[in-house]
């Protein structure tokens, strides 16, 4: 004979303080609750459209210099600080909390076409068209006290003059040198003024470069001859080089995996590539309908942000096609650069109007300090509406996005060129002996040769 007894301890149900709320213990038997998943679906959809509710990506524009923004660079030491330079040759240190400029750095006569940081984030290293390199020592009290005023000017520690106009430059992650890119691609030291090792294939400028964030020695570079070069200073000569239909104007490495690294090109797609296998593109980021200006990936590694001509900053999956988020306003003109803040919270844009501006990296995120139990409801939210993506209602509200009439109306022409060219290849195939018209995937469609 079976007894079924009701048993409950009294710690199990009693709140520690009067403020806690109440235990509630559930049952999760599914006959229980017949209508879960309709309960479920419901919760999904409205958390799609509350998320379109709440997004305001658009924090605040930084202004203050007078001529384009050009480049940008992040210290890899302070949060806050983004360094930026124009096409008047002005240097600026911004404190993103307040968005105001902490200090600035005169000198260059033309053009900052490169920007970057130390590691230590001590030493700001600027090159241009005036054929000189400067290195700035970074003012470290400056940086703890973001209401020094804009008049705060720093002179350079150091100036080299070159013979040649510089396009880029990016410091070493773990060392003393910097390449620089222009005519050839140049090695330097802090303390030499001149470089210590050159490396040139072919007769093309250099246009833009970055060091491998895992193998100090290791570094990417693109050129004006549609060429990808990838350089090991211990061979003191190119490992690899692939050349492309287009050119590609910046490259990004994945900081999470560093053998793998993307490439802004001017057709309006990014590339993301093995360094090990340049033969074929592990994935074709497409959505810009002009070229891609810049590239830089989140601290995470599983997204980059894009920067285009046709004026709008997208947020792509590392492993995705199409980009998850596109911001733009009606002001904003032809970006330029951008990057990701060192903790993947912020965006920030520099474009043609002079302006910088700060982005939320996720549109929806709620800012400053959230509770206990928020967090809990954002993410059930973010589970519920994972779980019911692929149904066409909630596919449809996460999808929408608002776009720029330009930017629609150039898709839609697109859309068409493609679809024309989809069908002359499928008659073609049909009209030809079985065999001889060979359609190369898209990963290997745009990449011409590998030259040894």
């Not at 079924?4 to 006959?31: A, C, G, I, M």
């Not at 990016?170 to 390449?179: P, R, S, V």
């Amino acid at each position: 004979m079976k007894i079924k007894t009701l048993s409950r301890s009294v710690d199990e149900y009693t709140r520690e303080r009067s403020q806690d709320l109440q235990r509630v213990f559930h049952n999760f038997d599914p006959s229980l609750r017949p209508m879960e998943k309709a309960v479920e679906y419901q919760r999904a959809l409205t958390a799609a459209k509350l998320e379109k509710i709440f997004a305001r990506p658009f924090v605040g524009a930084m202004d203050g210099h007078r001529d384009g923004v050009s480049c940008m660079a992040k210290n890899p030491n302070y949060l806050k600080g983004i360094f930026s330079a124009s096409m008047d040759g002005d240097i600026r240190l911004w404190d993103i909390s307040s968005r105001r400029t902490v200090c600035q750095f005169p000198g260059h006569q033309g053009a900052v076409r490169g920007l970057t940081a130390s590691t230590d984030g001590n030493v700001l290293v600027s090159c241009g068209t005036d054929c000189t390199v400067r290195l700035w020592n970074v003012p470290r009290p400056s940086l703890e006290d973001s209401s020094i005023s804009s008049e705060n000017f720093i002179e350079p520690s150091a100036t080299y003059v070159w013979k040649n106009a510089f396009w880029a430059v990016d410091h070493q992650f773990e060392g003393d040198l910097f390449a620089t890119a222009g005519a050839q691609l140049d090695m330097w030291n802090h303390n030499r003024s001149q470089p210590v090792q050159s490396f040139q294939w072919g007769t093309d400028s250099v246009i833009s470069v970055r060091f491998n964030p895992g193998e100090p020695n290791l570094l990417a570079t693109s050129a004006s001859d549609r060429s990808i070069t990838i350089y090991d200073l211990r061979l003191s000569s190119a490992a690899r080089k692939i050349i492309m239909m287009t050119k590609t104007n910046s490259i990004a490495w994945n900081p999470m995996e560093p053998m793998n690294l993307t490439a802004a090109n001017e057709d309006g797609s990014c590339y993301s590539f093995d360094g090990r296998k340049l033969d074929e593109a592990k994935c074709v980021h497409k959505d810009h309908v002009s070229a891609v200006m810049d590239i830089d990936f989140s601290p995470t590694g599983r997204e980059f942000v894009t920067g285009s001509y046709d004026r709008s900053v997208r947020i792509f999956p590392y492993n995705g096609g199409h980009s998850r988020e596109i911001y733009h306003t009606k002001r904003m003109q032809r970006v330029f650069c951008v990057k990701y803040s060192c903790d993947a919270t912020y965006v920030i844009s520099g474009s043609d109007d002079t302006n910088l501006r700060l982005w939320k990296a996720k549109a929806s995120e709620q800012l400053g300090v959230i509770l206990p139990r928020e967090q809990k409801k954002h993410e059930y939210n973010e589970a519920v509406k994972n779980r019911y993506k692929h149904l066409s209602e909630v596919k449809r509200i996460v999808r929408h996005r608002h776009l720029p009439k330009p930017i629609y109306k150039a898709m839609g022409i697109i859309r068409t060129v493609n679809d024309s060219k989809r069908r002359k290849e499928a008659r073609r195939k049909a009209h030809s002996a079985p065999g001889t018209v060979v359609t190369a995937p898209l990963r290997k469609r745009k990449i011409i040769k590998e030259v040894e």
